[in-house]
């Protein structure tokens, strides 16, 4: 998943910009998360626990790098004699906790190059 393509549609500008309600436009449409009831997200404690991880050691870096893959490695043409037969589609976004572990591999890579001065080409 495109971090960019998911992130930037879902930006709400309340994180910047303070609107009061009386000042705020009237529209017939109602917001998304006025509608929504609360949900329950059991896997929330997990999400906060990766997103708030640090990485602080070199060797706990490389084994993050070595082990999140760069890409989804389900994903696959298969092919018969150059024709495409079928597509399967990546499964590490039916991963519920993808972008979080992805977030941490990111984490890891921009302490090796910042913190450590390594090069990380060989984990892109």
């Not at 529209?27 to 990766?50: E, G, M, V, Y």
């Not at 999140?68 to 499964?91: N, S, W, Y």
Request: neutral net charge; aromatic residues 10%; contains cysteine.
């Amino acid at each position: 998943m495109n971090v960019l393509h998911y992130t930037t549609p879902n930006l709400s500008l309340t994180s910047w910009v303070w609107i009061d309600q009386a000042d705020a436009p009237v529209t017939n449409a109602t917001p998304h998360h006025a509608s929504s009831k609360p949900t329950f997200d059991i896997l929330q404690p997990l999400r906060q626990w990766l997103n708030q991880l640090e990485v602080r050691k070199p060797k706990l870096a490389h084994r993050l790098c070595k082990s999140i893959p760069a890409q989804c490695p389900f994903e696959r043409d298969v092919k018969f004699f150059g024709h495409t037969l079928f597509h399967i589609p990546p499964m590490c976004k039916l991963n519920p906790l993808y972008e979080e572990v992805v977030g941490l591999r990111f984490r890891a890579l921009c302490y090796l190059a910042d913190e450590c001065g390594e090069d990380i080409t060989p984990y892109c």
